[in-house]
């Protein structure tokens, strides 16, 4: 409801995240910063951990990337592959992108990708019958578990 009810940002909310000063960081959910790509928390998840890979440029297709920005992208996912398996053990990922409102996508005009965690039985009465996701961790106690696992890979 918090989503469904806020007021529409000016801009794109991805490059108005990147743009904004490093000391927001933690405020914007944003874990890691790349000269190609950012990483930071989806501020509203389907899971615990849920992640966003973003291009630092402003592109709103898979195709519009040249093969810098797909690799850095690609490095990105594996690196927060390996930090989340580390640090909260999911049973699987989910790992995909919407391109075009008809796909789904919530913000169509910057690619991203989404990493969700999974693990057996997540998916519970509260999804099926009520169409409610219970997300167990508060959003900024999962900030703090990622940022320190970043930093602790040599990415501060």
């Not at 849920?50 to 810098?68: E, G, S, T, W, Y």
């Not at 005009?109 to 996701?133: C, K, Q, S």
């Amino acid at each position: 409801m918090a989503y469904i009810n806020s007021d529409a940002e000016d801009g794109c909310i991805f490059c108005n995240r990147l743009n904004s000063p490093l000391e927001r960081d933690k405020e914007n959910l944003i874990l890691l910063r790349r000269e190609l790509g950012f990483v930071m928390m989806n501020k509203f998840p389907y899971n615990s951990g849920h992640l966003l890979v973003i291009p630092n440029r402003h592109v709103p297709d898979l195709r519009d990337l040249d093969d810098k920005e797909l690799l850095a992208l690609q490095r990105m996912l594996s690196l927060c592959l390996e930090i989340m398996e580390g640090l909260y053990h999911p049973d699987g990922f989910n790992i995909g992108m919407n391109l075009g409102r008809a796909s789904g996508a919530g913000i169509e005009e910057h690619l991203h990708y989404h990493i969700v965690p999974r693990w057996n039985g997540d998916t519970n009465f509260m999804t099926v019958l009520a169409d409610v996701r219970v997300v167990p961790q508060h959003l900024q106690t999962t900030y703090d578990q990622l940022k320190e696992a970043f930093e602790a890979k040599g990415f501060a």
